[in-house]
């Protein structure tokens, strides 16, 4: 006996089970599919690659195709790391094209830190610093959803007194306390990161371009 014909709602549902999505709108598959296709790309890329390739990465572009920067690591989720044209690196959202207000590459993985901004005065005044792991500078977050500010290179961190801190650009100064490893804060300047929007149109993608004459010198040949 042949089985019931499907009704195209129900082969769609089919099909999500069978790759393995998990999602409530044919909307909300497309984009997870795009993020596990870009993810896929990026893993082969970074695989295929040779050493000196891979400082460089693959380009990165934004909804109007404009270069984002170089990428770096393959992170969780829609989460990608990033190296800027002068080699400050940061975490974007590949859907939303914002920078991760939490989350900075380094070094080959993702490194969490605290999104406040922290002080050595009770009153939130004077220069602001980044806690979190005892990491060096050269990178970028952004400070909750407004301005974004950069760890210089090669600042080593040092363990400060932390009376202070403000969670988000609009919120008042709380007390905080404790002492925490951390490096200065400063506010972006685009000549020295390279970074001149903390907010990119999106979504965005990988230049496949690029990564094809990467990967394949004359469309044939492997790269050795």
């Known amino acids: 006996m042949l089985p019931a014909p499907q009704s195209p709602t129900q082969l769609a549902l089919l099909?999500?089970?069978a790759i393995g999505v998990n999602c409530p709108t044919e909307k909300s598959c497309a984009l997870q599919l795009r993020v596990r296709l870009m993810r896929q790309l990026l893993a082969i890329?970074?695989?295929a690659t040779s050493a000196s390739t891979q400082a460089q990465g693959t380009i990165i572009v934004d909804?109007?195709?404009a270069m984002v920067g170089y990428a770096v690591d393959s992170l969780t989720g829609?989460?990608?790391g990033v190296a800027s044209s002068k080699g400050y690196t940061f975490a974007v959202d590949m859907l939303t094209g914002v920078i991760s207000s939490d989350r900075f590459t380094i070094a080959g993985g993702i490194t969490s830190t605290l999104?406040?901004?922290y002080f050595t005065t009770a009153d939130c005044s004077g220069q602001a610093y980044f806690i979190g792991p005892p990491v060096a500078g050269g990178f970028l977050l952004r400070h909750g959803t407004g301005q974004v500010y950069y760890?210089?290179?090669g600042e080593m961190p040092?363990?400060?007194?932390i009376p202070a801190r403000k969670v988000s650009p609009g919120a008042s100064c709380e007390?905080?306390?404790g002492t925490a490893s951390s490096v200065r804060a400063l506010q972006n300047d685009p000549a020295v990161t390279g970074l001149a929007t903390g907010e990119f149109a999106a979504p965005l993608e990988l230049s496949f371009f690029q990564v094809w004459n990467t990967l394949f010198r004359d469309g044939f040949e492997s790269q050795s």
């Open 45 to 47: 890329f970074l695989l």
């Open 63 to 65: 909804a109007n195709q």
């Open 158 to 161: 040092q363990v400060r007194a």
């Open 115 to 117: 999104s406040s901004l």
């Open 175 to 177: 007390a905080w306390g």
């Open 15 to 17: 099909h999500r089970q």
């Open 151 to 153: 760890a210089e290179k």
């Open 78 to 80: 829609s989460l990608t």
